[in-house]
């Protein structure tokens, strides 16, 4: 086999064991990672594959593109609703559509409740049990635990009683070999290092998180009809209002609109209430362990988001900052343009697809999404072929390789943070050093595993508060008497020109999302997506530069490579969608729960 060395010099097959993950597990989608760990099991490379494939960008070809969300949409049921306003937002670019402030605020709102039920989500379901032990709790003092509790937070559910009644409901799964979501983790892994009081805590807000983040996302279903899926339109926002209830069947009245402002007001108190706290708690436990940074203390890149002004996506608009960081450089933040075929361009040397020249980069615009999935030793010219063993240096993932002016970037809650912070904005800057603070750590602290983790916790908080200043935004504007919420003037084709493209980005819970569109004669003509986890999890590209995924893995020591629950930490920190960023399965065959170490 011939392989392919990171910057290290180290390749799949140089010396040490062969560790496989896959397929990772409390991610969405299908990932697999393969490790060389030397004989001290420190990780010297690490190779990450996205396995499936689905093709929604040509399955958008010759459709209209008013409906372009509504396929868009279900690249996706994660992050929901995110990629369908992306979709709207390229549209509109393309065809010069503007839309009225409120569309702009109800848009904002769906967005900052997404990131909201979002990070919650992933905090306590997908991550929290990398560092959090649920067998370990069976041991907890529930008075002890109160105790606990009460020290950090006033959240009113923390009596003895009420975490002895967790704790007996707990008892009664493991008695019953139910485990249910807590199965097949490495419980009693000694890298867990919470007493059983903090790891009873976390079960019960684990239980409790995962109850309210269905109330959080009633309000998609308010503006958008439904979640997942909430409905959306090119020229605004698809619900009426109506607030004295004489208006259309179905419009949006005082009583929704009281029920939003309900949720949003819970929201604020549960982040900050229990999500917080027990972010801090359980960081102070695991400060040392500082592995995990990578790309994110070098190559930091995001679009921007939730314009406060509507059709004005620059940096004097945009509530979440735009811009770049290269090489670790924090005094300039560089401009990003999506527009500019220098700045962001996709490789598939690495990727199971094909350019005529392949040395090259595409930008979206002239992006071309060709299969070729029956190339090189990792197929063996059989699609239902498992991998067996990967070879770096060749095709080897589903996801292409985005670059930035030939940089690999990392995106994400941490690159807005650090962006924000970098451009010397308050309301990033003052929570992460006051966190800094709090945890007795150095900014350098900050590009690891836990400053990813760290950072989502903030942006959830920043989330729920901006929720409440936009809901108020909205409120204002309505009683104002300003209720429209869409711009139809150039909803029918017969006004577009015969040729338009158009770009339209968001940033995405998981960070930079773009939609390039190009329209002819009306139909969609070429569409393409470069998602967040592509960024995270793209494979290498002709210049040898690795991805965020595999960056961040490098130099971070195991217990026991056969308990790969490091790696998972550093993995999941990032939240990694793998249904986003290939959007694109083959067709059966390459799941294996199971860990391999040769
Ligand atoms: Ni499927 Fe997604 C987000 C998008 S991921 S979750 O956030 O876009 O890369
Ligand atoms: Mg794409």
Redesign the pocket.
């Known amino acids: 086999m011939t392989t392919m060395s990171t910057p290290n010099g180290f390749s799949l097959d140089s010396g040490g064991r062969r560790v496989v993950v896959d397929p990772v597990t409390r991610i969405?989608g299908h990932l697999r990672l393969e490790l060389n760990v030397d004989a001290d099991n420190v990780v010297r490379n690490a190779v990450s594959t996205g396995t499936m494939w689905r093709g929604l960008e040509l399955i958008l070809r010759g459709r209209d593109p008013r409906d372009a969300w509504a396929f868009t949409q279900r690249?996706?049921g994660?992050?929901t609703g995110?990629?369908a306003l992306t979709s709207v937002r390229a549209v509109e670019d393309a065809l010069g559509i503007a839309i009225p402030a409120n569309a702009n605020t109800i848009r904002n709102i769906m967005q900052l409740t997404l990131y909201v039920q979002?990070h919650l989500v992933h905090f306590y379901h997908l991550h929290a049990l990398d560092w959090v032990d649920v067998v370990s709790a069976l041991n907890a003092d529930p008075k002890a635990t109160s105790a606990l509790a009460q020290s950090i937070s006033s959240w009113p559910l923390s009596s003895p009683g009420y975490f002895r009644d967790v704790q007996g409901r707990l008892k009664a799964f493991v008695e019953s070999g139910q485990l249910g979501p807590f199965r097949n983790a490495y419980w009693g892994h000694p890298a867990y290092r919470l007493p059983p009081e903090a790891n009873l805590m976390a079960v019960a807000h684990y239980l409790e998180a995962l109850d309210f983040q269905k109330e959080i996302v009633k309000i998609h279903t308010v503006f958008g009809g439904k979640n997942p899926h909430p409905n959306w339109l090119v020229g605004g926002v698809p619900c009426a209002i109506n607030l004295d209830g004489t208006g259309a069947v179905g419009a949006v009245n005082m009583e929704r609109l009281n029920l939003v402002g309900s949720i949003i007001d819970r929201s604020v108190t549960f982040v900050e209430q229990v999500y917080i706290p027990d972010l801090l708690a359980i960081a102070s436990f695991y400060k040392d362990w500082m592995h995990g940074g990578g790309l994110s203390s070098q190559n930091l890149l995001s679009y921007g988001d939730m314009p406060v002004r509507a059709n004005v996506h620059t940096n004097d608009s945009l509530m979440l900052p735009r811009g770049a960081i290269v090489g670790g450089d924090l005094s300039t933040v560089h401009e990003v343009d999506l527009t500019d075929p220098e700045q962001i361009q996709e490789f598939v040397t690495h990727s199971w697809y094909t350019y005529e020249d392949e040395s090259r980069g595409l930008h979206p615009f002239d992006g071309v999404t060709e299969p070729a999935f029956a190339v090189g030793p990792n197929t063996k010219g059989d699609p239902a072929t498992r991998i067996e063993a990967l070879d770096e240096s060749a095709k080897y993932s589903w996801l292409k390789a985005p670059r930035w002016r030939g940089h690999a970037m990392e995106v994400g809650p941490l690159a807005r943070f650090v962006i924000g912070y970098a451009l010397g904005r308050p309301e990033f800057k003052e929570p992460v050093d006051a966190t800094l603070r709090h945890l007795d750590v150095p900014i350098g602290a900050l590009f690891s595993t836990l400053g990813r983790t760290a950072a989502r916790g903030l942006e959830c908080q920043w989330a729920a508060r901006a929720l409440k200043g936009e809901f108020a935004r909205l409120i204002a504007t309505l009683k104002a008497g300003d209720t429209a919420t869409a711009n139809t003037d150039l909803w029918e084709p017969s006004a577009w020109p015969t040729t338009a493209r158009g770009v339209g980005f968001t940033e995405?819970?998981?960070?930079a999302?773009g939609h390039w569109v190009e329209i002819r004669d009306g139909k969609i003509h070429n569409y393409q997506c470069v998602?967040?986890?592509?960024w995270n999890g793209s494979p290498r590209d002709p210049a040898g530069n690795i991805g965020a995924f595999e960056a961040a893995l490098l130099d971070t020591p195991m217990h026991d490579p056969e308990q790969p629950l490091e790696v998972l930490r550093t993995i999941h920190s990032f939240d990694p969608?793998l249904?986003?960023?290939t959007h694109v399965m083959s067709p059966d065959g390459q799941e294996r729960a199971s860990v391999v170490v040769r």
Do not use: N, W
């Open positions: 969405e690249i996706c994660v992050c995110t990629h979002d995405a819970p998981r960070g999302l998602v967040p986890t592509t969608c249904a986003c960023s």
